[in-house]
């Protein structure tokens, strides 16, 4: 038989097999290793997975061959939250913070996501493309083969569409996936601080439909959070977003509890992200209503805080949880998701079996592409790393450098 790619002697092939569901509970463990394993792709499909010895019988003078003798192989990261589309970094308030001034203390004061909207209205379409190009080129370096990216910084209709528009053309452009969410509900920008009702007018019967009309947004997000979207203005918001046909993700009960969980379920969201003030309540509305828990561990350790989100209680509820960066020019500009499952591991107590489950499949649900990517299976697109380490273990145990050799990308070497 003939095949493009033979990927063989993988000392661990995770192959992450297993029900076509997001994975709960006990199912959060299981990697369905391989050892000595071998992959076979071609096209853009992986079209048999087993034992080296027993796939090299079946396959001659394959186009490729690659050895992973001694190597992890495992699906790509997928990246359910980012925000990379931006112009300057805001590595001044990390100092801010470290000197004690707190996130909130930061945003009231001209600073946080309001100091990023100037940058990018002021900045041109090519130039914000080419300074997320770079972005990108890293965050895929480190293992990401697909990524969620939200708008969020132009907080105007034409800058709001000016980012959809870079993050379209990025994913026109780049080798790996990339999926836009609009999230002109990030902040209240300062002209409107007054007068909020008429920013929640413009984005909800002008922003949204032109976007819409447009089709430069898969999904609609909102910062609900104590010092930003309220409840009900996020209730009023996203059901006018679902009317228009997006689907819904939310970020929910960051800093405060406020109920942001229970609305996410209320909502139908496909996912709520950071939950590090999340209830049991809201723990149990999330599961019964099917939303998936992203959790973001980056940003509560780049904040300098403790309130990490309670993945192990989430798990043993039965929630699905995944993981993302929250790459982003403030409140966490990590690149890696290999660090995230480090901390995902020290600080949230996942096992390192769950923080990958987490990075792969159960992140490709909550894009809506769990049936497409996010396990090495027959019939799945063939996006894959060769981790140069002995064992899953090592992953979130060697951290500061990248454990990444060759990320493939639908059948193709792309580092």
Same mark, same amino acid.
């Given at each position: 038989?003939?095949? +493009?790619?033979?990927?063989?002697?993988?000392?661990?092939?995770?192959?992450?097999?297993?029900?076509?569901?997001?994975?709960?509970?006990?199912?959060?463990?299981?990697?369905?290793?391989?050892?000595?394993?071998?992959? &076979? &792709?071609?096209?853009?499909?992986?079209?048999?997975?087993?034992?080296?010895?027993d796939? &090299?019988?079946?396959?001659?003078?394959?186009?490729?061959?690659?050895?992973?003798?001694?190597?992890?192989v495992?699906?790509?990261?997928?990246?359910p939250?980012?925000?990379?589309?931006?112009?300057?970094?805001?590595?001044?308030? @990390?100092?801010?913070?470290?000197?004690?001034?707190?996130?909130?203390?930061?945003?009231?004061?001209?600073? $946080?996501?309001? =100091? =990023?909207?100037?940058?990018v !209205?002021?900045?041109?379409?090519?130039?914000?493309?080419?300074?997320?190009?770079?972005?990108?080129?890293?965050?895929?370096?480190?293992?990401?083969?697909?990524?969620? %990216?939200?708008?969020?910084?132009?907080?105007?209709?034409?800058?709001?569409?000016?980012?959809?528009?870079?993050?379209?053309?990025?994913?026109?452009?780049?080798?790996i996936?990339?999926?836009?969410?609009?999230? $002109?509900?990030?902040? @209240?920008?300062?002209e409107?601080?007054?007068?909020?009702?008429?920013?929640?007018?413009?984005?909800?019967?002008?922003?949204?439909?032109?976007?819409?009309?447009?089709?430069?947004?898969?999904?609609?997000?909102? @910062?609900?959070?104590?010092?930003?979207?309220?409840?009900?203005?996020? !209730?009023?918001?996203?059901?006018?977003?679902?009317?228009?046909?997006?689907?819904?993700?939310?970020? %929910?009960?960051?800093?405060?509890?406020?109920?942001?969980?229970?609305?996410a379920?209320?909502?139908?969201?496909?996912?709520?992200?950071?939950?590090?003030?999340?209830?049991?309540?809201?723990?149990?509305?999330?599961?019964?209503?099917?939303?998936?828990?992203?959790?973001?561990?980056?940003?509560? @350790?780049?904040?300098?805080?403790?309130?990490?989100?309670? %993945?192990?209680?989430?798990?043993?509820?039965?929630?699905a949880?995944?993981?993302?960066?929250?790459?982003?020019?403030?409140?966490?500009?990590?690149?890696?998701?290999?660090?995230?499952?480090?901390?995902?591991?020290?600080?949230?107590?996942?096992?390192?079996?769950? %923080?990958?489950?987490? =990075?792969?499949?159960?992140?490709?649900? =909550?894009?809506?592409?769990?049936?497409?990517?996010? *396990?090495?299976?027959?019939?799945?697109?063939? +996006?894959?790393?060769?981790?140069?380490?002995?064992?899953?273990?090592?992953?979130?145990?060697?951290?500061? *450098?990248?454990?990444?050799?060759?990320?493939?990308?639908?059948?193709?070497?792309?580092?």
């Amino acid at each position: 038989m003939k095949a +493009d790619l033979l990927i063989i002697n993988a000392k661990e092939l995770l192959t992450i097999a297993g029900s076509n569901t997001p994975r709960t509970r006990s199912e959060m463990n299981k990697l369905g290793i391989i050892n000595n394993g071998a992959i &076979v &792709v071609k096209e853009d499909k992986i079209i048999d997975v087993g034992y080296t010895e027993d796939i &090299v019988k079946k396959y001659d003078n394959p186009t490729k061959i690659i050895d992973a003798s001694n190597k992890v192989v495992m699906p790509g990261f997928v990246d359910p939250h980012t925000h990379p589309v931006f112009k300057q970094t805001r590595e001044d308030e @990390f100092e801010m913070r470290i000197q004690g001034k707190s996130y909130v203390e930061i945003s009231q004061s001209g600073g $946080g996501i309001r =100091s =990023s909207i100037a940058g990018v !209205r002021e900045t041109s379409e090519d130039e914000l493309y080419k300074l997320a190009e770079k972005r990108i080129n890293k965050i895929i370096s480190n293992g990401t083969t697909t990524l969620e %990216a939200k708008s969020g910084y132009g907080l105007s209709t034409e800058s709001e569409i000016k980012m959809l528009k870079v993050i379209k053309k990025l994913n026109e452009n780049l080798s790996i996936d990339i999926i836009p969410t609009f999230l $002109g509900a990030h902040e @209240f920008p300062i002209e409107y601080k007054d007068n909020k009702e008429k920013y929640i007018d413009i984005l909800m019967n002008e922003m949204m439909p032109k976007i819409k009309e447009m089709n430069l947004a898969e999904y609609c997000d909102i @910062f609900t959070e104590d010092h930003v979207y309220s409840i009900e203005q996020s !209730r009023r918001i996203l059901n006018k977003a679902k009317e228009l046909g997006f689907k819904i993700r939310i970020h %929910a009960d960051e800093i405060k509890l406020i109920g942001g969980a229970e609305l996410a379920a209320e909502v139908g969201a496909v996912s709520a992200d950071h939950l590090g003030a999340a209830s049991d309540k809201g723990i149990k509305a999330m599961r019964d209503n099917g939303v998936i828990a992203i959790l973001l561990p980056g940003t509560i @350790f780049s904040l300098g805080m403790k309130s990490y989100a309670r %993945a192990r209680d989430m798990i043993e509820a039965g929630l699905a949880v995944a993981l993302a960066t929250d790459y982003n020019p403030g409140s966490c500009n990590c690149d890696s998701m290999q660090f995230i499952i480090t901390l995902a591991c020290l600080q949230m107590k996942m096992t390192p079996a769950e %923080a990958i489950i987490a =990075s792969t499949i159960n992140a490709a649900y =909550s894009l809506g592409l769990g049936d497409k990517i996010g *396990s090495l299976e027959i019939g799945k697109k063939a +996006d894959i790393l060769i981790m140069d380490m002995p064992s899953y273990q090592y992953l979130p145990y060697h951290f500061g *450098s990248n454990n990444v050799e060759t990320v493939i990308k639908n059948g193709k070497v792309i580092k």
